[in-house]
T-cell receptor, first 111, second 113 residues
Framework: LAKTTQPISMDSYEGQEVNITCSHN???????ITWYQQFPSQGPRFIIQ???TKVTNEVASLFIPADRKSSTLSLPRVSLSDTAVYYC????????????FGKGTRLHILP | DTGVSQDPRHKITKRGQNVTFRCDPI?????LYWYRQTLGQGPEFLTY????????KSRLLSDRFSAERPKGSFSTLEIQRTEQGDSAMYLC???????????FGPGTRLTVL
C-alpha cells in the first residue's frame, strides 16, 4: 500500500469549512483513496472514497488532482461533533487488501 | 451503529490471565477482521477470515493469540497469559467481500494490570 502523510492535528471553529490534505506520492495506478473517521472509544467509520477528480456524499467531499499524488477531504460547516481523528488510506479496492492505518489527523472543532 | 457488535466493551484482567473477546459481524458479510489499537496510534491489522477460514495473520499476532470463526459467523479472539503490553483497544470489522468497505465495531478495551 502507498504510504500516506497527513497533518498530525488541526483546529477549526464551528461553521467553518475544514480541508484535510493527505499526500500519497507513491500512489499506484489502480489505488483508490479512502477516508475514515474515528471518535474516541469507537471504531473507525467509513466517510468517503474516490479514484479521481471529485466525489461528494452527504458527509463530505473528496478532491483529487489529476496527478493523484494528494487528496483533500473537505468537511462543510463543521460542528463540535466533527471533532475526531481522520485517516487517509490508499490501496486497491479491486482485490483483497487489508487496510493499513497511519496515525491520522486529530481535528479539534472549537465553539 | 454499524451493525458490528463486540463483547465485552471493557475488560480488566491481571497479568497472566486468559481473556476472550467476541465479535458478531453484519450477518451477510463473508470477511471478518481483527485489529489492535493503542493510544495515539491508528488501528493495526491482526488477522482476517474469509467465512470460517483464517487467511492471514500479522506478525503482531504472537503465539499467545488465537482467533476462530466457527461456521463463518461470529468470531472470538483469545489472548493467553496476558501481558501489560497487550493493553489496547481490540477492534473487529466486517465486509461483504475482500474489496468492499469495512464496517467496524465499537471495540473491546483491554486493560492488563
Amino acid at each position: 500500500l502507498a504510504k500516506t502523510t497527513q497533518p498530525i492535528s488541526m483546529d477549526s471553529y464551528e461553521g467553518q469549512e475544514v480541508n484535510i490534505t493527505c499526500s500519497h506520492n507513491n500512489i499506484a495506478t489502480n489505488d483508490y483513496i479512502t477516508w475514515y473517521q474515528q471518535f474516541p472509544s469507537q471504531g473507525p467509520r467509513f466517510i468517503i472514497q474516490g479514484y479521481k477528480t471529485k466525489v461528494t456524499n452527504e458527509v463530505a467531499s473528496l478532491f483529487i488532482p489529476a496527478d493523484r499524488k494528494s487528496s483533500t477531504l473537505s468537511l462543510p460547516r463543521v460542528s463540535l461533533s466533527d471533532t475526531a481523528v481522520y485517516y487517509c488510506l490508499v490501496g486497491l479496492m479491486n482485490r483483497d487488501d487489508k487496510i493499513i492505518f497511519g496515525k491520522g489527523t486529530r481535528l479539534h472543532i472549537l465553539p | 451503529d454499524t451493525g458490528v457488535s463486540q463483547d465485552p466493551r471493557h475488560k480488566i484482567t491481571k497479568r497472566g490471565q486468559n481473556v476472550t473477546f467476541r465479535c458478531d459481524p453484519i450477518s451477510e458479510h463473508n470477511r471478518l477482521y481483527w485489529y489492535r489499537q493503542t493510544l495515539g496510534q491508528g488501528p493495526e491489522f491482526l488477522t482476517y477470515f474469509q467465512n470460517e477460514a483464517q487467511l492471514e495473520k500479522s506478525r503482531l499476532l504472537s503465539d499467545r493469540f488465537s482467533a476462530e470463526r466457527p461456521k463463518g459467523s461470529f468470531s472470538t479472539l483469545e489472548i493467553q497469559r496476558t501481558e501489560q503490553g497487550d493493553s489496547a483497544m481490540y477492534l473487529c470489522a466486517s465486509s461483504l467481500n475482500g474489496a468492499d468497505t469495512q464496517y467496524f465495531g465499537p471495540g473491546t478495551r483491554l486493560t492488563v494490570l
